[in-house]
């Protein structure tokens, strides 16, 4: 690929979105949805013909739609999945999304997924292989793809880079855009003791496209990105950071598991536009009672509702 002709260059503002999740089907069938865009999980809608399809396909005729995967396994070893990748982009002719995302991970190997998003060693061996994927990858879609950076409970000893920079020498090698998710930042960085601020800092604003905003959950002395509570305060803080260093670009809530009704969830979301003047919630972050049962958010997430 020509990192000269950039998928990401010209993509909108899209302004404040949610995940669409079938809780809420029949609600939005009888109702404005009030937020602006949707964002869906791509492996709940392929091979899917049935309801879902039907309310997706409305939905997609009023309100822009981002297509977020959880199986693309961009840092795998194995060889790139072309029969997950035809399904996405058969799914991406239907609902025409304005941008495709995944996540730097790997989900498997030797044909086995694990429904994780696990981490990379960052080396610069583990960059090279990346960057090459993802250029076929964006080659083969024709779509701008969008990466997100995952929260992680573990590093490689032998990493050479931090993450910030692995995705700044990513992103020229590729041209692919960012989805900078401030909840796995701000997990992430407490796990493994770093600033997220730092981190906020260092990636190349001009690259991010969009943003995550979800809640954590405190278990022991870890954060595990569970989205399944409000977002606290201090989430909150990066967004307004982050916002401010890329100019404004689409804000997403992710809430996937305790997922309230509709009308709590938009009224989530729009917590940004004042948190965008200074204005932020009194949120805590949530502490678990029973720290042995904490909800993986893909577990949630990949809950494919066929007919």
């Not at 995705?167 to 600033?195: A, I, M, P, Q, R």
Request: hydrophobic share 35%; aromatic share 10%; net charge negative.
């Amino acid at each position: 690929m020509d990192v000269s002709s950039n998928h990401r260059l010209g993509l909108p503002n899209l302004g404040l979105g949610v995940g669409l999740r079938s809780k809420h089907y029949n609600y939005l069938l009888n109702h404005d949805p009030i937020v602006d865009w949707f964002e869906i999980i791509s492996e709940n809608y392929m091979d899917n013909f049935g309801f879902s399809r039907h309310v997706l396909q409305h939905m997609a005729s009023i309100r822009p739609i981002v297509m977020h995967g959880v199986s693309m396994s961009v840092g795998s070893t194995d060889p790139l999945n072309y029969t997950y990748l035809q399904k996405l982009k058969e799914l991406a002719d239907f609902v025409n999304p304005v941008w495709i995302s995944d996540h730097l991970c790997w989900t498997g190997v030797a044909n086995i997924n694990t429904h994780d998003l696990l981490p990379l060693p960052l080396t610069l061996e583990s960059l090279a292989h990346v960057a090459e994927r993802v250029n076929r990858i964006q080659d083969f879609l024709q779509r701008p793809l969008i990466l997100e950076n995952p929260s992680t409970y573990m590093e490689f000893s032998c990493s050479s880079l931090k993450e910030w920079e692995f995705l700044t020498e990513l992103v020229k090698k590729t041209g692919c855009g960012l989805l900078l998710d401030v909840n796995n930042v701000f997990v992430s960085g407490h796990n493994h003791g770093f600033d997220p601020e730092f981190y906020i800092r260092n990636i190349p604003h001009s690259s991010v496209v969009q943003i995550h905003v979800a809640g954590p959950t405190a278990s022991g002395p870890y954060l595990i990105d569970t989205h399944d509570q409000p977002v606290p305060t201090p989430v909150w803080h990066l967004y307004r950071l982050a916002q401010q260093l890329t100019g404004g670009v689409s804000t997403l809530l992710e809430w996937d598991a305790n997922i309230p009704d509709y009308p709590e969830l938009v009224a989530e979301v729009g917590k940004a536009k004042k948190v965008l003047k200074g204005e932020f919630p009194d949120s805590e972050i949530y502490r678990s009672v029973d720290e042995n049962q904490v909800s993986n958010p893909l577990n949630y997430q990949l809950q494919v509702e066929h007919e």
